[in-house]
């Protein structure tokens, strides 16, 4: 299916998006909470997901805490308005009542460019190491954050 996407864009000379995203934090829910509590979890992603993104694109769990979309016809000036909405989401589903678990993602992009003849298999990639690029960053600012909080106890 995804290369079908990519072959559309091409033709059409259209964009395709494709994001990755890693859901943090599953190992810990797993092990306070239990493996049905991180198999639920793993739905609530996708579940978030399907209510972010558009009817037309493509929502995959790939593996595990992974996942995967492709967004046709989305233009690079609208990737910033899809991660907040993500974002706010994500938001919305963690105010909920007696939620067990917060669900956070690391998201990572690439974007197809017909000059460049990116294959499917480059941009998954590209949207990997992008993911693994913010995912780090995120784990940098909670440790400075915890930092100066111990700094503040002391």
Not at 75 to 98: C, K, M, W, Y
Request: hydrophobic letters at 35%; proline letters at 1%.
């Amino acid at each position: 299916l995804g290369q079908q996407q990519l072959k559309l864009a091409a033709r059409q000379h259209g964009s395709l998006v494709v994001f990755f995203m890693d859901l943090n934090e599953l190992k810990a829910i797993n092990d306070q909470q239990g493996h049905e509590a991180g198999d639920q979890a793993i739905c609530d992603a996708a579940q978030v997901l399907k209510t972010c993104f558009r009817s037309t694109d493509v929502v995959a769990r790939l593996a595990g805490d992974e996942y995967c979309v492709l967004s046709v016809d989305l233009e690079r000036s609208d990737i910033p308005t899809v991660l907040e909405r993500l974002h706010a989401q994500l938001e919305a589903f963690n105010r909920g009542e007696n939620r067990p678990y917060q669900l956070s993602m690391s998201v990572g992009h690439a974007a197809y460019d017909a000059e460049t003849q990116h294959t499917l298999h480059d941009l998954l990639r590209t949207a990997d190491q992008d993911m693994y690029r913010n995912k780090q960053a995120r784990k940098r600012r909670l440790r400075d954050i915890h930092d100066r909080l111990k700094v503040r106890a002391s």
